[in-house]
């Protein structure tokens, strides 16, 4: 056992507890203020160097100890998502109806990485490493925007390597990419008049928005493929005798690379631009957000998977598989899928319980995969190396963003994968901290695949946190 793993393992009540703490604040993106003051006080009093805030993220930290090179960064992640309140129980039930809930598993994220930074400090001060530790809060992961504003202020630009993690059905190293995105609102503005006796005064927004829509779908025959946008219309209170003079529509925009994200995100513009000019309208564009698709280390992965076989895998009792089976219930198809999927990427038996008890091998299947969904990791991946993974902290048959998941992050099964999440990042950190040929070898590959291009922020300069 290293010596990670027994620090983490002799104080594994005060991690259990701050990640149970930060499961009842429950705060969603940019309100996370009592999760990341408790994280960033626990960190002062280990003797952490504490930044509070990054630009104008107020729920951002960096928190820092040691000196020199490599530098290693965690992310910690800790928003909670809104309406998925719940007790730890197997029906659902909230806690405080409406309210927000763990629904993603953020405040074990958070904790392991916290865990894993004070674990690795340890090491550090006793003389068994040498270098710095940096662990990253960053808010908002559900808005997509945390890091890629935190990565747009710089802070990212002279770290080693990154390093993060997901809660998951299965333990495995994250070999996929993600989607790029782009998220905005297109705000029309006509002119009101009335729709029988003086249309010919009147500019529909609405007409504006149909066409833009129109537009967007005739486009789709040429974006690339994987490109998908997604659209919905807002219109509120209009009805059919007035020309409506406001009218919106909010476009997601989604693909494997960045750059052609961005390319179709212009193009849909011009969609705007030529709606407004057929229908004699205005537009104003709201741009909510966007993250760049998650580029994975090779090298680091390898040696990642390494680290984790040999940390022993948390195994559960009965009653805990019994938990998993009967909050289950409710997703059982999914989990079923869930577990073919497993079998067909991994070549592994994954009907054993209802908790995974395995780490899965490295896959080509997985290394060759961009899952749908996007990662705000996307960008720090795209200025330094960074590799991650995903920890069970749930039953096969539990997806995130729902009600079963809220409850299992706060069960036993997630603090073990809390722990076990901690233990992998913290040994990852001692072994890149031991071994510079590696952290050489991924800033090769990560050169390699750039190409010399550089990262450029899919944020405009305008763009603040909460906007
Ligand atoms: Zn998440």
């Not at 409406?98 to 598993?105: K, S, T, V």
């Not at 006509?190 to 927004?205: E, I």
């Not at 129109?214 to 997604?230: Q, T």
Request: charged share 20%.
């Amino acid at each position: 056992m290293t010596s990670i793993e027994k620090f983490i393992d002799l104080n594994q009540s005060l991690f259990i507890k701050t990640a149970t703490d930060i499961w009842e604040y429950a705060e969603v993106g940019y309100q996370e203020f009592k999760s990341a003051a408790c994280m960033a006080e626990l960190l002062k009093s280990y003797g952490f160097r504490v930044q509070q805030g990054v630009g104008d993220a107020h729920t951002a930290f960096i928190a820092e100890y040691g000196t020199g090179a490599p530098i290693i960064g965690l992310m910690a992640e800790y928003d909670a998502l809104p309406n998925l309140s719940q007790k730890l129980g197997v029906k659902q039930e909230a806690l405080k109806p409406g309210a927000n809930g763990h629904g993603c598993g953020h405040n074990l994220l958070g904790t392991a990485a916290l865990a894993a930074a004070i674990a690795v400090k340890e090491a550090i001060e006793s003389g068994e490493v040498q270098g710095t530790i940096r662990l990253y809060g960053t808010p908002a992961e559900e808005l997509l925007t945390g890091k890629v504003y935190m990565a747009k202020q710089g802070v990212f630009d002279d770290l080693d390597i990154a390093l993060g993690w997901h809660p998951e059905g299965v333990n495995a190293v994250f070999e996929m990419s993600t989607s790029a995105m782009r998220s905005a609102k297109f705000h029309f503005k006509g002119v009101t008049a009335h729709a029988a006796s003086d249309p010919f005064n009147g500019r529909s927004a609405l007409d504006a928005v149909e066409l833009m829509n129109i537009s967007a779908n005739y486009l789709r025959e040429h974006v690339l493929p994987g490109v998908k946008i997604h659209y919905a219309t807002i219109v509120s209170d209009l009805v059919p005798n007035i020309v409506p003079d406001k009218a919106s529509v909010w476009y997601f925009v989604r693909g494997n690379d960045t750059n052609v994200v961005n390319d179709v995100y212009e193009r849909l513009v011009h969609c705007a631009n030529g709606a407004a000019e057929m229908t004699g309208t205005d537009y104003t564009i709201e741009f909510l957000g966007g993250c760049s698709d998650y580029m994975p280390s090779r090298t680091l992965n390898k040696v990642l998977w390494e680290e984790m076989s040999k940390i022993p895998v948390p195994k559960y009792t009965e009653e805990e598989h019994e938990f998993a089976r009967e909050v289950g219930l409710y997703s059982a198809e999914s989990g079923e899928r869930f577990r073919d999927s497993l079998e067909a990427a991994y070549g592994v038996e994954a009907r054993e319980g209802h908790i995974c008890e395995f780490l899965a091998p490295l896959s080509d299947i997985k290394a060759k995969t961009t899952i749908a969904g996007s990662l705000d990791i996307g960008d720090v991946s795209k200025i330094v190396p960074t590799a991650q993974f995903t920890a069970v902290c749930q039953g096969y048959s539990c997806g995130s963003h729902g009600w079963q998941c809220t409850s299992f992050s706060a069960s036993n099964i997630g603090m073990q994968g809390m722990l076990y999440a901690a233990k992998a990042m913290g040994n990852m950190s001692v072994r890149l901290m031991n071994d510079s040929d590696l952290v050489s070898a991924a800033k090769e590959e990560f050169k390699n695949k750039l190409k010399g291009v550089r990262y450029k922020s899919p944020l405009p300069d305008h763009w603040k946190p909460g906007m």
